[in-house]
C-alpha cells in the first residue's frame, strides 16, 4: 500500500557540515576581502544563464556534499550550487538549467555590496548616505551566521522538492494551469508566503540558533529577524499587505518554529521594531 510520507513535509534536514562546506569553499575568503577592505572584484559581469549581473565567485557540484539525504537528494537530482554577489534575490530555481542540470543560485545582495564599496568600504560613511536601518542590513548580510542562513535555506529547497515528489515544481504547475496563483500563497502576491519558502525560512532559523545558541532564549522575534536579514526583507515587505496577512505568516512561522524547537523564551512576546540586539 502506497503510503503518502511525502505530504507530510515538516521535518527539517541537519544539514550542518554541508552548510559549513559550502561556506568555506565559496564566500569565506571572499567576506575577508569585503571586511579587509581588499575586495576589488567587478561586479558587472553578465550571465544570461542566471538571468543576472554581478560577480560569480564559485560554482560546486552537488556531487561534493556529505551529508546523507544531500548524497541521496544528489543521485536523484543533482544541482550546480553558484554563489556570489548578484543583482538578483537568493532563490532556488527549479525551471532553468545549466549543461541539463538544475542549479541553486545562493547570492548577497548586489546593491548593498555596490553602495558599501563605492563608500571606501566605510560603514560609517555609509550612515550619512543611507537610513541607519539599510547599514545594519549590509553589516548584518556579511555575517557568517546571516550567508550560512541563506545557504541552509536554499539548500532545503533542493532537498525537500527531490526527496519528496517534486512537489514544489507540482505545486507551481497547478497554479499555473489553473491560472490561480493562489495556490501558491497565504492571501498574497508573494511566493515568499508559500508553505514551502516558510520551510525553508525555518531552515535558516535553525543555522541563527545554532550561531547563537547561548543567547537564543534572551532574543526577540525582531532581534532574530535582524539576524537573518533575509527574514527582515521579507518581514519589511509582509507589513506592506496589512495587519491580517502579517499575522497569518507570523501564526505559520511561529506555531513551526515550536514544533522545531527554534523558538526562544522571548519570541512570543509582542514585536516591537524599535528593539535593537545589543
Not at 7 to 22: C, G, H, P, S, Y
Not at 77 to 97: A, E, H, M, Q
Not at 149 to 174: A, C, F, Q, R
Request: hydrophobic fraction near 35%; charged fraction near 30%.
Amino acid at each position: 500500500m502506497k503510503r503518502y510520507r511525502y505530504l507530510l513535509l515538516e521535518r527539517t534536514f541537519d544539514i550542518d557540515k554541508d552548510v559549513d562546506f559550502i561556506y568555506n569553499e565559496i564566500f569565506k575568503s571572499h567576506i575577508e576581502q569585503l571586511e579587509n577592505k581588499t575586495f576589488s572584484l567587478d561586479l558587472n559581469t553578465n550571465y544570461p544563464l542566471l538571468s543576472a549581473k554581478g560577480k560569480l565567485f564559485k560554482s560546486m557540484d552537488s556531487n561534493e556534499l556529505k551529508n546523507e539525504d544531500s548524497q541521496l537528494a544528489n543521485k536523484i537530482n543533482p544541482i550546480y550550487i553558484i554563489g556570489g554577489i548578484f543583482d538578483t534575490d537568493s532563490k532556488t530555481v527549479f525551471n532553468r538549467k545549466i549543461e541539463n542540470r538544475n542549479f541553486i543560485v545562493i547570492s548577497i545582495d548586489k546593491d548593498l555590496i555596490d553602495i558599501y564599496i563605492k563608500n571606501n568600504f566605510s560603514f560609517k560613511k555609509l550612515s550619512t548616505i543611507v537610513p541607519e536601518r539599510t547599514v545594519q542590513l549590509l553589516v548584518k548580510s556579511l555575517k557568517e551566521s546571516a550567508i550560512k542562513s541563506m545557504i541552509y535555506h536554499e539548500l532545503s529547497h533542493w532537498l525537500n522538492n527531490t526527496l519528496h515528489n517534486d512537489h514544489i515544481i507540482k505545486t507551481i504547475k497547478l497554479s499555473i494551469k489553473y491560472s490561480n496563483p493562489e495556490i501558491l500563497k497565504l492571501k498574497t502576491k508573494s511566493v515568499n508566503l508559500t508553505h514551502f519558502e516558510i520551510d525553508a525560512q525555518i531552515h535558516g532559523i535553525k543555522q541563527c540558533k545554532r550561531d547563537n545558541e547561548k543567547i537564543w532564549n534572551k532574543l526577540t522575534l525582531f532581534q532574530l529577524f535582524k539576524l537573518y536579514p533575509s527574514l527582515m526583507s521579507l518581514y519589511d515587505e509582509i507589513k506592506e499587505y496589512g495587519l491580517e496577512v502579517k499575522n497569518i505568516w507570523l501564526q505559520t512561522l511561529l506555531k513551526r518554529m515550536h514544533r522545531e524547537n527554534l523558538l526562544g523564551k522571548n519570541m512570543t512576546l509582542p514585536m516591537i521594531d524599535s528593539y535593537d540586539i545589543y
